[in-house]
């Protein structure tokens, strides 16, 4: 994709949100949280840039992702909270598909009586730890390839 100390170009593609059982009314919200999980990791990673390449013989990748799981589990006082994120890396800016296997799963213990309000923080800290962990995936098999 270019010279091994070149930057590598990284485009957070869309996001979507399949299912949300913990509770429907966060469908919608869920993949502006990936799309910053994601965004957020892209920035910080050495040797990735976010920038379009000015260069149209440049190539890079895209990073696209589905919520397709987000439950919440009563288990006596407390409830088990889940998500998984599937993503997809693609060259850029072809659209060939790279992988993918890149799923990120977060796991967390929160109260069974909790407001509307708790919810959402929760699932929402949930589905970027998961999108977070696809994303650092996706970037070290990208970061392998330009080795």
Do not use: F
Not at 9 to 30: H, I, Q, R
Not at 73 to 82: D, F, R, V, W
């Amino acid at each position: 994709m270019g010279k091994e100390n070149d930057d590598i170009y990284v485009e957070c593609g869309p996001m979507s949100s399949e299912k949300t059982e913990a509770d429907p009314k966060l469908k919608n919200d869920m993949p502006k949280v990936m799309s910053e999980a994601v965004a957020k990791v892209v920035k910080k990673t050495k040797r990735i840039k976010t920038q379009k390449p000015k260069d149209k013989k440049e190539k890079g990748y895209a990073i696209s992702g589905t919520l397709t799981k987000l439950t919440k589990e009563p288990k006596g006082k407390e409830a088990l909270l889940t998500c998984e994120v599937n993503m997809v890396l693609t060259e850029w800016p072809s659209g060939k598909m790279v992988t993918a296997s890149l799923t990120g799963r977060a796991k967390t213990n929160v109260p069974v009586d909790q407001t509307d309000k708790q919810l959402r923080g929760d699932a929402e800290a949930c589905v970027a730890a998961a999108a977070s962990s696809a994303t650092k995936t996706a970037l070290d098999h990208v970061l392998s390839q330009a080795k």
